[in-house]
């Protein structure tokens, strides 16, 4: 069955910390994705990834950067983490379909971070 | 730009109702659209899609109709379980990146 895994269900992290969030398909997809999912604002696209060592800004990428060094692996970094960035974080994969537009995403079971 | 409208909720259904969760879509090209469902401590998971106009997409007793004249995808079901009981998402995607709605926390009760 394929699969999106993330490294951490639950986080607690202080103000100020690096934090570094994993992600990690067996699907061989050259897509990937980091959203964040807050009640009412429903998923946000923070950044993504075509292929290895490529990133891409998505809607909201202030405060973030990514790290693609493996075509299965996407990390999400929080340089110094901030209480607003208190939230679920959700990682997602897709091929590269001919019609673009079809592939679906395929999602792992979030890492829900807290910021004291 | 590219965006995705649907109800709010939260929705409380008894068991055996009839859903119907409104969606509607801006885009500028020809999307697909996606309903995507989230049940409680999971991701999120494809439920069902439409790749062109009038088509209609289907799954676990679960429907939607791609309507490009009204901009409308809006989900449906005959009679709902309890096991239905999830976060419901639109989406769509135009090729560069994906649209997601804010999501509609379905409650159905016995």
């Known amino acids: 069955d394929v699969k999106v895994t993330q490294s951490s269900r639950y986080l607690v992290k202080r103000t100020g910390e690096k934090v570094f969030l994993e992600c990690v398909q067996d699907m061989d997809h050259e897509n990937m994705f980091w959203y964040r999912q807050d009640p009412g604002l429903g998923l946000r696209l923070i950044y993504f990834?075509?292929?290895?060592?490529?990133?891409e800004k998505g809607d909201i990428p202030e405060g973030y950067s990514v790290s693609r060094e493996k075509k299965e692996r996407f990390s999400l970094i929080l340089e110094s983490a901030s209480t607003n960035q208190t939230s679920m974080y959700l990682c997602?994969?897709?091929?590269?379909?001919?019609?673009?537009?079809?592939?679906?995403?395929?999602f792992g079971s979030g890492t829900q971070l807290s910021v004291l | 730009g590219d965006s995705v409208t649907q109800m709010e909720g939260p929705v409380t259904l008894s068991e055996e109702a009839f859903l119907t969760i409104n969606c509607t879509y801006t885009a500028t090209g020809y999307p697909s659209l996606f309903w995507y469902v989230q049940y409680p401590g999971e991701g999120l998971q494809l439920l069902l899609k439409a790749t062109k106009a009038d088509d209609k997409g289907s799954n676990k007793g679960f429907e939607a109709t791609y309507r490009k004249e009204t901009t409308s995808f809006h989900l449906e079901k005959g009679s709902v379980q309890v096991s239905d009981s999830a976060v419901y998402f639109c989406?769509?995607?135009?090729?560069?990146?994906?649209?997601f709605g804010t999501g509609t926390s379905l409650t159905v009760i016995p």
């Open positions: 990834s075509y292929d290895v060592k490529m990133k």
């Open positions: 989406a769509l995607n135009t090729g560069n990146q994906f649209y």
């Open positions: 997602a994969s897709s091929l590269i379909g001919a019609r673009g537009r079809d592939e679906k995403l395929f």
